[in-house]
C-alpha cells in the first residue's frame, strides 16, 4: 500500500466515517482529518484512527494572529499526527510562530508542517478581483511557498500544476501536497483546478489528498486500487 495517497475522511462523524473504512476494507491507509469531523469528534478522533494504524494529516488550515496558532499547535503537537497546516495567507511571523509551537510543544514528535498556498477551488479571478492579489495563480502559488519554507514550514498544499514549479524554487526536499484529484469518470464538483494522480506525481507532488473520488465512487476500494495504481505507474520518483 503506497503512503501518498491520504483518503479525505469527510464524513459527519466518526460513525460514519469508520463504518466507511471498515465496508470498504481500507484498514490503515493514510486518512486526512478535517474541520467537519474534528470539530464533532474533538482529538479522541485522531487517537481512534492512530489506534487502527492509519497516518493522519490533521487539515485545519489554521489562521489566526501568531501567539494563537502557536499557543493552539502547542496542544496540536501532544497529538503526534503526521501532517498539520496554517494558510500561508496568516503571513511569515504566523507560520514561524506555528513551528516553534510545534517544536516546543513537543520536542520528540516530527510533525511536518505545511503551509495551504492557493486553494485548489480558488480562480484566477475571485484572487485577483475579490481578494486583491494581483499576478497569476501559479507565481502567487510560488511566491506564498518561498516565504513558507523560510518561515519554517516544512512544505505546501498547493494544486498540481504548482508543484513542479515550487520544488524548482524550494528544493525537491520541500513537501508538496496535492488535493484536487479526480479519477477518471469523476465529478470535478467545486474543485477548479483538478487532474489525476499520475498527472499530479510527475508534477511534482510527494502526496495526493483524495475525497469524493474515493468516497461517493460506486466501489470504493476499487476507486482506492484505481488511484494507487495510476501513481505506482507514473513515471516520477
Ligand atoms: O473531495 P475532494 O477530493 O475534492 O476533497 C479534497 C479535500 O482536500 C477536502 O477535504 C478539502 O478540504 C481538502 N483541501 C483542498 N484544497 C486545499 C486544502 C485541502 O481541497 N488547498
Redesign the pocket.
Known sequence: MTKSIYL?L?FPTWKEAGRFLEENDLHGVPV?V?MELYYREGPQIIDKLKENNHKVFL?L?LHDIPTTVMRAMKVLSSLEVDLV?VHALGGSEMIQRAKDGLINGNPNFDTKLIA??????MEQRVLNEELGISGNLLNVAVGFSSFAKKSGADGV???VHEANQIKTECGRDFITVT????LIDSDV???KRVASPGFARNNGADYL?????I?KAKNPRIAYEQAIAEWEESTCK
Open positions: 479525505a469527510d486526512k478535517g487539515d488550515k497546516n495551504v498556498t492557493v486553494l485548489t477551488s498544499v498547493c494544486s488535493p484536487g484529484i479526480r464538483n467545486d474543485q489528498v483524495i475525497g469524493r473520488s468516497t
